[in-house]
């Protein structure tokens, strides 16, 4: 990987992220950006800046990262090109989890409607979701029974999901339909903190497995003979994907095929398997394909707003496609 | 020295195999394995790269035993080549061979100069420095092999497993292989342990011979194994002619 591509992805993310701030409904110019950020906030721009915009890219840049880092974990771990958040059922279980936290919660008397509760309960969600695949992998050596049991598992939490929302009250019902169409608005400052925490935590816990992530690539046998502890590194896999994706998913959403593609278009890039050069180009990927999804989803210029889940769905689903069409094969 | 004491191996309650009495592998010996279809070579191997399938007794490396050494330490001392084949396809040579040098990388693994040294000799030693950057999914099953040998051998441990080194190769490379591998163990006092269908050239090149003989794990000198016509008794065979170390196919039953 040459200096240049870095230097020209690295651009690319700057770039959308600008434009992230700029467009929207009402285009914003760099020098009202300026003004904005050094002067008081009670402009109107200023606060569509400080409340809307930042926050929104700043989430996209997070979330597209941190989908993107748990999937490609998924893949080295069940050395499976088809691994990711979504297709093994993670964002539903931590769908689950939130539907049981705001529907569930009130069918029991009880409200939950902190931050921190709807992240729990999501991440709880997802880890429980997790563990029964893992559980599943362990006795199942077959990628198609694993990816039909995540697609299985994805129903189940659904159809759960469908029982509370026939017995939830109105508006905890919309509550969670926003909720699950995907969003990366509506993010205040301290949910932002938050993910940015959970990430930048994550990030620094990778240091410790890049090098049994390595050795995977030759299989559970030969990390083995290696000197990898194989149960450690499995469950330092499982928490840095519960945590991400879990924490993710309970404020923006589940967000498809981020996590599945980014992994595979920065191995396509590199052509190389080592976790330590890949994981700065899938941050910046990751980051740069949310964002970019992002600017489509406002429709700059007009005053609708699609939900970022359709729009990376419409846009990662033809990318999976033109990659397996293009090499023939998913690489793992 | 490994030293196998008593042992019975096999899966869950089931033994398939078992040796009564002491085997003691001493350094910078070429040994093999010899035995018929399913009766334990793997297994065997398996047991002596972690202590898994020990049902009964005990194995142990310099005094210890082998299911208590360090995972970590246990990698600096002893590597396996597999049959199993479940590597990422999109890896190349080189990086496989990287990879390989982990149980003395850093944190980050990062390929020091030393590394470089032991994974270049090898390279050279076993004519992969052509095929170094190709991936290996572009490997012929020979090839894989090859490298798969060279990924045990960069792992510079005092004992080396492997599993039929010699399947997917053509004769000659068969040949050339467990010549060098014998060289290798005498230069660098390297003990290899490996099982094979190439029975001849085995017992004319090992030093000694662990062979399993219904359901018996038995350890002999290759010159005490040949006098003894011992192959006879491993393959019964009424399509073969044995002759020491030898055979002829019979043509007419």
Redesign the interface.
Known sequence: MRTRTYFILITVLIALFIADILLGSVYISLKEVWHALIGPETSTHGYILWQLRLPRAIMALLTGAGLSIAGMLMQTLF?NPLAGPFVLGISSGAGLGVALSIMGGSLLGFQLVSGLGIIASSIIGSFAVFLLILLVSLRIKDTMGLLIIGLMMGSLSSALVGVLQYFSPSEQLRRYVFWGLGSLGNISWTQLLIISVITLFSLIAL??I??PL??L??????A??????IKRTRWFCIIITCLLAGSITAFAGPIAFIGLAVPHIA?LLM????H?KMIPLIVIIGASLLLACDLIAQVPFSNYTLPINAITSLVGAPLVIWLIVKKRYL?? | MVVLQDIEIGYGDQAIARCVGNIAFAKAKFITIIGANGTGKSTLLRSLASGQHILNGKIALNGRLIQQIDVHERAQSIAILTTERSLSQSLTVLQLLEISRSPYTNLLGKIQASDRVVIDYVLTHFDLESLASRQLNTLSDGQLQRALIARSLVQETDYILMDEPTSHLDIHHKAELLIKLKNYCTEHQKTIIFSTHEIAMATSLADQIVYFNQGNIRFKTAADFKEKNILEQLFPSPFLQWNGGDYKLKREI
Do not use: H, I, P, Q
């Open positions: 050395r240091f410790w890049v090098k390595n050795t690539l030759l299989g559970e046998a030969y083995r003979s290696l000197g990898v502890n191995r052509n190389n398997m080592d330590k690489k793992f």
